[in-house]
Structures are given as C-alpha cells and as structure tokens.
C-alpha cells in the first residue's frame, strides 16, 4: 500500500523546535522528489522544501532559510523536516509529498500526499 505519513507537529513557543517525520511506504523514497508543503488557514498551500530525485540537492522557500533543514533517511524510507527558531507565521498543517523522478517539488505535480500534520506556534 502507497502512503505517506507524517507525525512530530504540536504546539511549541516561538523561537522554540520541532522535528517532523514523514513516513514513506510501498515505494522508494529516492526514486522520487519529496518535500515539504504548509497551508495555513485561509491561505493558500506554499512549497517549503524540497529533495530532488536527481542529485538529492536541497532547496528552500526563503522564508525559512537559515532556519529549516530537510533530510532523508534512506534506510529507514524516511523524510524528515528540521525546524528551528519557529515563528507564529510558521502556523499551518504541513504536509509531505512525492513526486516520481521529478527534479522539482511542483504543489500540482505532486503524485502521493500525506494527510498533514499542524504545527502551532503561539506563546
């Protein structure tokens, strides 16, 4: 069975960390671009970062660079999203995706998706 499941949000202070995991099963991880997508309420659903299928090259939205770090564990078939020094604006349920040998993490060609999981910043 094909799924992506993510787990690790909750809620946390700002300037304060948490660490997601995604979760992948009934297909190899890197054979495909996976990354991170966020929607926050009443807004449109962002890409955050990406691991391309290529060269495994990382990439960011610029506002989060400097403070989210995106790993993969292949032996695990595991994504994981580091993220440091949070902000209320980081609030959203975020999101991994797959997208089979595609250099790019493109929110309308993403081919599996998880379910979501929130992060709320708040003090």
């Known amino acids: 069975q094909v799924q992506l499941v993510e787990s690790g949000g909750g809620l946390v202070q700002p300037g304060g960390s948490l660490r997601l995991s995604c979760a992948a099963t009934?297909?190899?991880?890197?054979?495909?671009?996976i990354g991170w997508f966020r929607q926050a309420p009443g807004k449109e659903r962002e890409g955050v970062s990406c691991?391309?299928?290529?060269?495994?090259?990382?990439s960011y939205a610029d506002s989060v660079k400097g403070r989210f770090t995106i790993s993969r564990d292949n032996a695990k078939n595991t994504l994981y999203l580091q993220m440091n020094s949070l902000k209320p604006e980081d609030t959203a349920v975020y999101y991994c995706?797959?997208?089979?040998?595609?250099?790019?993490?493109?929110?309308?060609?993403?081919?599996?998706w998880g379910k979501g999981t929130l992060v709320t910043v708040s003090s």
């Open positions: 995706a797959a997208s089979y040998l595609a250099i790019h993490c493109q929110d309308y060609n993403m081919h599996y």
């Open positions: 009934g297909f190899t991880l890197d054979d495909y671009a």
């Open positions: 691991i391309s299928s290529s060269d495994a090259s990382t």
